[in-house]
């Protein structure tokens, strides 16, 4: 085994020119699956809180 294959990680593969579209691929999706997931929360909190019959009093 060369010393080369030893050093080796996969933290290199950031430096590299062709695996920057896999990365940006995997960075997008992840946002794009938060972004929904707190919008698809806010909406149905949102509605819970303003079709609720009873009034919430947030002070003593």
């Known amino acids: 085994m060369s010393e080369t294959n030893k050093l080796f990680n996969q933290f290199s593969l950031y430096g ?8 940006i691929t995997q960075f997008l999706g992840a946002f794009n699956d938060n972004l929904y997931k707190n919008a698809l929360l806010v909406i149905i909190v949102s509605n819970a809180v303003i079709g609720s019959d009873s009034e919430v009093n947030f002070s003593h």
């Not at 590299?16 to 990365?23: A, I, N, S, T, V």
């Open 16 to 23: 590299e020119r062709r695996f920057l579209p896999f990365f």
